[in-house]
C-alpha cells in the first residue's frame, strides 16, 4: 500500500483503528428505530410517525467550546462528549422534544484511535444519558490546520414532538412561577473566562483537592447535566409554560428567549445554591453580578416557567423523582428583561 498520504500527515490505518476503537461505545447509544449500522456512507432512522398525530422534528447543534482546552490541559477526554450531547439535547428539549438521533463530528491533527475512543465513549454515555441514538459522525485528521495534540468537536441532535404540544413560551403571563434545576458545575460555558482567571495562574493548582473531594481539574470538567430524564415526564403530564437551558448568556440572555415582549423575569438571588467554583471566579475575577449573570449558570442549568395551579404538583412530580428544584423566581409585568432582587426585599 502506497504510503504518499501517511507521509503528508494522514494515518489512514489509524483511523481503521479509530473506527474499531469507538464500536462498542456506539453500539451502547441505540434505539429500536436505527436501521443502519457504523461505517456507512449514511445513517437510517425510521421515525416512529405512527406514535403521533403531527409530529414534528426539532433540530440543534453545537459544540463543547474552549472547555476542549481543560481537557488537553489535564489529557482527560472522556467526559467531553457527554458535553456535546448536553449541549444540543438540552436546546431542543425545552421545545418539548425527545431526542432521537445525534451525530458528531470531530477533528484533530491527528488520529490517536486511543484518545478518539475516549471522547466517542463520553458521546454514547451522553446519548444513553439523552435516550438517543448515535447512529453516525465523522473523524477528520487535518494536519497542519489543528495544533499537535487538540482536536475540535461539533454535535447534531435531531428530536420529535406533537406540533400542538410544542413549547414556546407563548402562554408565559405576569403570575407565573419561574423554577430553576440546578447545573452540575460551569457546564461548557465561560470557559475562555475561566482560562484566564485559573490556568497557568501560579495561585492555582488544577490537580489539587479543591471542593468535596474533587480536584479543581474535576470541577473544571464536570460533565454538563442532561435534564431528559428529570424532565421528559414532566412534559408529557404537566408541560411547563416556557423552558431556558441556561447556556452561554447565562439568565440575562436565556430567559428572555423564551418571554413574550410584555413579560419580565424577577429572579430572587439566594434563593437558590450557588457553587463553590462560582464563588471562586468571582473573587479572583473582581466579577461583577452583570459578568456573573451574563457569563456562567451560576449554579441553575434549566428554567421552568410555571402556571401557579400547576405549581404544586410540579413541585410534587419532582420530589417523587428525588429531583432537586428550586423556587427562584416569578414573571411580571415588563419588557423582556430579567431583573434581579435579593431575597426579602
Known amino acids: 500500500m502506497g504510503d504518499a498520504y501517511k507521509k503528508a500527515g494522514v494515518n489512514i490505518e489509524a483511523g481503521y483503528q479509530a473506527v474499531k476503537e469507538i464500536k462498542a461505545h456506539v453500539a451502547r447509544a441505540t434505539r429500536p428505530e436505527v436501521m443502519s449500522s457504523l461505517g456507512g456512507f449514511a445513517a437510517l432512522f425510521k421515525l416512529p410517525i405512527e406514535q403521533y398525530r403531527k409530529p414534528v422534528l426539532v433540530s440543534g447543534t453545537d459544540g ?182 441556561i447556556t452561554g448568556g447565562s439568565f440575562i440572555e436565556n430567559i428572555p428567549r423564551v418571554l413574550p415582549g410584555s413579560c419580565n423575569a424577577e429572579i430572587e438571588l439566594g434563593s437558590w445554591p450557588v457553587p463553590a467554583i462560582f464563588r471562586l471566579l468571582a473573587e479572583e475575577g473582581q466579577l461583577t453580578h452583570s459578568d456573573l449573570y451574563n457569563t456562567f449558570n451560576m449554579g441553575i442549568g434549566m428554567v421552568l416557567v410555571v402556571k401557579d395551579d400547576l405549581l404544586e404538583a410540579t413541585l410534587k412530580h419532582f420530589e417523587q423523582l428525588g429531583e432537586p428544584v428550586y423556587q427562584i423566581g416569578k414573571v411580571t409585568a415588563g419588557k423582556q428583561q430579567v431583573i434581579f432582587k435579593e431575597a426579602n426585599q
Open 64 to 245: 463543547v467550546g474552549t472547555k476542549l482546552k481543560i481537557a488537553f490541559e489535564l489529557n482527560q477526554h472522556h467526559t467531553i462528549g457527554i458535553d456535546l450531547v448536553a449541549m444540543c439535547a438540552n436546546d431542543i428539549l425545552v421545545i418539548g422534544a425527545e431526542p432521537l438521533f445525534f451525530l458528531d463530528y470531530l477533528a484533530t491533527s491527528k488520529i490517536e484511535p486511543s484518545k478518539v475512543g475516549q471522547i466517542v465513549a463520553g458521546i454514547a454515555e451522553g446519548c444513553v444519558q439523552a435516550g438517543c441514538a448515535l447512529i453516525g459522525g465523522e473523524t477528520a485528521e487535518m494536519p497542519g490546520f489543528y495544533q499537535a495534540g487538540e482536536y475540535d468537536l461539533a454535535g447534531f441532535c435531531v428530536g420529535i414532538v406533537e406540533q400542538d404540544q410544542i413549547i414556546d413560551g407563548s402562554t408565559i403571563e405576569p403570575g407565573d412561577v419561574i423554577l430553576g434545576l440546578p447545573s452540575s458545575g460551569l457546564h461548557s460555558n465561560g470557559f475562555s473566562l475561566v482560562r484566564k482567571l485559573l490556568v497557568g495562574n501560579d495561585k492555582f493548582d488544577l490537580n489539587a483537592i479543591f471542593d468535596q473531594g474533587k480536584t479543581l481539574g474535576e470541577i473544571l470538567l464536570t460533565p454538563t447535566r442532561i435534564y431528559v430524564n428529570a424532565l421528559k415526564g414532566l412534559i408529557k403530564q404537566l408541560p411547563p409554560a416556557g423552558m431556558a437551558h
